[in-house]
């Protein structure tokens, strides 16, 4: 079965600096997923940055980019120039690609609180 | 162009009661996924629903059931609540060629007393 793991319950970063946040998985699947999703007080889960494991470059979004090691299954995305709104829990998930059986459901890790200091 | 709504935002049922809880996917989107996401957690996968079928279910009891309509909205019924299955419930959609991502809604908070 796939997990996901992120080690740090509690993330803290100076606004306008860079923050990185970690996350690990285990799969023996060769082809998957990787999601960050932010959650702000308001409840609502937002994408905020995708990679599909088959491509070698680092998905980037803006100010918010992933650091992809497959061989050590390790997804962290880093925050660059962060502000106040950043401030939100941050939740690595994982997803099978094939469209059959167990790979459609989003495997998550516990979440990283992300507090955003002025 | 709406993204995923669902309702109502809060609720209040005392154990033993039954509670359904509803979702409208973003336009366009087909197929729809339940989580339960306890305080202080990631979400767990309840089931999924595609062309009005279950498709997948996590590790629930059989008291979590749902159902799809025509219109692929969706809604999650919870029996015999129990005070452990306060929660917020998270509805996500998304189309379910091309490996899309999952878009979710506000969620739904349930309070059992």
């Known amino acids: 079965a796939q997990t996901v793991t992120q080690s740090q319950p509690e993330m803290s970063v100076q606004e306008a600096e860079t923050v990185t946040l970690s996350c690990t998985y285990d799969?023996?699947?060769?082809?998957?997923?990787l999601f960050w999703y932010k959650q702000p007080p308001s409840r609502q889960m937002i994408l905020v940055i995708r990679q599909e494991a088959y491509k070698q470059q680092n998905a980037t979004e803006n100010r918010f980019s992933v650091n992809f090691q497959k061989a050590a299954k390790s997804f962290s995305l880093k925050i660059s120039d962060s502000q106040l709104g950043d401030a939100a829990m941050y939740f690595c998930?994982?997803?099978?690609?094939?469209?059959?059986?167990?790979?459609?459901?989003?495997?998550w890790g516990l979440g990283t609180s992300l507090a955003v200091n002025p | 162009d709406a993204g995923v709504t669902q309702s109502p935002t809060h609720l209040i049922k005392t154990r033993g009661q039954q509670v359904t809880l509803r979702c409208s996917p973003k336009s366009g989107h087909d197929t729809v996924s339940w989580y339960q996401q306890a305080l202080g957690q990631g979400p767990q996968f309840i089931f999924q629903y595609y062309e009005e079928e279950e498709r997948q279910r996590g590790n629930f009891p059989d008291r979590f059931s749902g159902h799809q309509f025509p219109n692929y909205s969706s809604e999650l019924n919870v029996n015999a609540l129990l005070l452990g299955d306060s929660a917020l419930y998270l509805c996500a959609s998304s189309l379910s060629r091309y490996n899309q991502p999952q878009h979710f809604g506000d969620g739904t908070r349930l309070s059992i007393l």
């Open positions: 998930a994982y997803r099978g690609s094939n469209n059959a059986g167990n790979n459609r459901k989003l495997i």
């Open positions: 799969t023996s699947e060769s082809d998957y997923y």
